[in-house]
């Protein structure tokens, strides 16, 4: 596994663990060779047979995303649960380019989000766990949640996705788009740019625009911090983000989704959304550069026992990304309440 980034406040340090799931068949057709899923647990073990909570990571995040949530008496619950967070495909711990023996760098099969959902259903099969209380997810977390509930309706009571999206809309393309070519000097994405090259743009605008508003940033009190606070985010970037084929290919994975794609619904988002079957609690901003509010609340509204709650604060994207975000205890109540009903 690639090393992890340092400790930052409120991050929880929990051992790694590692299940090596073997060769992976994609829906590519291609194969992941000698694939492994990264994890951590929370609360113990023995809590699997009463019901565990599968927690999934955002693009370019790890398993630490979530630890504003997970804790004793927290909304994912280690009294009362035990919570697996699972590093996506992709993420630099879990099976990536960046780590890849056979497969590194530009040689890495593209992936889906539907094949991140197979590679922790085969965690799942190893650790013996069946039925899950909830799976819960932010931003492509949350889009995999979605993909768990319309792939493996029968395997959850609940789910929880903040800031999802059901299909990738237009405007999160086009923003990954800009993204890729601030990492990489080819449209195939096969060159990156010098790294601090590189930083310049895509540091700003992945930490700045996109999870973030005009409101939020309006907070920065001159131009002249402005500036500072974008070259110190490249700077810090420049040493502890993300690899840029790791970063692109999750973004690849981004730009594909549609939970139509599921076999058996022909294309088909609408008819897909309402074949979900666990109780489903989606939470958004009403401002967010990166997966527009739209996405949410329609597909919200499609899903059969669905709540939608409207997140206050201009923090964006960011919105679920825990303190200092204005929402922090709104999402804290709603998700508790939620998960306390099932």
């Known amino acids: 596994m690639a090393a992890h980034p340092p400790l930052a406040p409120g991050w929880i340090a929990r051992p790694h663990l590692r ?6 068949p994609l829906e590519s057709g291609e194969v992941l ?21 599968l927690a999934l990571t955002a693009i370019g995040s790890t398993h630490h995303r979530l630890d504003f949530l997970i804790g004793p008496g927290a909304p994912l619950d280690t009294d009362r649960h035990c919570v697996l967070v699972v590093d996506a495909l992709g993420n630099g711990l879990s099976s990536s ?29 190893h650790l013996a766990v069946e039925r899950l209380a909830a799976v819960v997810g932010a931003s492509m977390g949350g889009m995999q949640a979605l993909q768990w509930a319309v792939s493996h309706p029968d395997r959850m009571r609940s789910v929880v996705a903040m800031t999802p999206m059901a299909r990738t809309a237009r405007w999160s393309q086009l923003v ?3 993204a890729r070519r601030a990492l990489f000097e080819d449209a195939g994405c096969s060159r990156p740019r010098a790294r601090a090259e590189a930083m310049r743009l895509w540091a700003p605008l992945t930490k700045l625009v996109m ?72 939470l958004a901003p009403a401002e967010d550069l990166y997966n527009p509010p739209f996405a949410a609340s329609q597909l919200a509204g499609v899903i059969p026992r669905c709540r939608f709650v409207e997140l206050a604060g201009h923090d964006g ?21 939620f998960l306390g009903e099932g």
């Not at 890495?108 to 259903?121: A, L």
């Not at 790791?246 to 309402?274: E, I, K, N």
């Not at 994207?317 to 309440?337: T, V, Y």
Request: glycine fraction near 8%; charged fraction near 25%.
């Open 97 to 125: 380019p960046s780590n890849s023996v056979l497969q590194a760098g530009s040689r890495f099969p593209r992936f889906t989000i539907r094949d991140m959902v197979e590679s922790q259903r085969r965690l799942l099969a």
């Open 317 to 337: 994207h960011a919105s679920a990304s825990g303190p200092p975000a204005e929402c922090n205890e709104q999402l804290k109540r709603e998700i508790g309440a």
């Open 176 to 178: 990954n788009e800009l």
């Open 19 to 24: 299940c090596d799931i073997g060769d992976l």
């Open 33 to 53: 060779r000698d694939a492994f899923v990264s994890y951590v647990m929370h609360g113990e073990p023995a809590r699997q047979r009463e019901g565990v909570i």
């Open 211 to 282: 999870p973030r508003t005009p409101r939020a940033v309006e907070e920065i009190p001159d131009h002249a911090a402005l500036l500072a606070t974008m070259e110190q985010l490249a700077t810090d970037l420049g040493q502890h983000g993300p690899d840029p084929f790791d970063w692109c290919w999750q973004s690849f994975a981004y730009d594909a989704h549609d939970v139509g794609g599921t076999p058996g619904f022909g294309g088909d988002t609408v008819r897909a959304l309402r074949s979900i079957r666990a109780r489903t609690l989606v």
